[in-house]
């Protein structure tokens, strides 16, 4: 299958936050899998710059993220309407994308990642810590 979705930089900038909020915690914000969840799958999460996935098909993408791949990690994805055969589309725009990847690119994806609630509340004492606030808590509860 060839992608129907032509490529653009709307559409890179919408797969990019996709991929971010989606994908990044098992395949990292630049697709080589260096995540506390991708290294301990079984198999672990593929690095997808390098020619074992760049080398596929736009359709064996696609396939990928719409069926996922058996007695992996890798859960299929999306619901089968075209809105999110769209968005998976556009998101083998983005795994073509990620031998490339920026920095300003990374920066800009780490906003959009999934946080925990315990995360949010380090952020925000940090964030009231460097305005002048009340001293950071010391302590971190460690949780699973």
């Not at 589309?89 to 690119?105: G, M, N, T």
């Amino acid at each position: 299958m060839n992608n129907p979705v032509p490529l653009d930089e709307n559409v890179l900038s919408e797969a990019r936050d996709h991929f971010a909020d989606h994908c990044a915690l098992c395949h990292a914000n630049d697709g080589r899998g260096d995540t506390q969840i991708g290294k301990n799958l079984y198999p672990p999460a593929p690095d997808m710059t390098l020619p074992r996935t760049q080398s596929l098909t736009d359709g064996e993408i696609f396939s990928v993220i719409k069926n996922g791949i058996r007695l992996t990690g890798m859960p299929a994805w999306g619901e089968d309407t075209p809105e999110d055969d769209m968005a998976s589309w556009k998101l083998v725009h983005f795994i073509r994308h990620l031998p490339k990847v920026s920095e300003k690119e990374l920066l800009e994806m780490e906003a959009l990642n999934p946080r925990s609630p315990e995360e949010f509340r380090e952020e925000e004492q940090e964030r009231q810590f460097l305005e002048g606030g009340s001293p950071m808590e010391t302590h971190h509860v460690h949780q699973h």
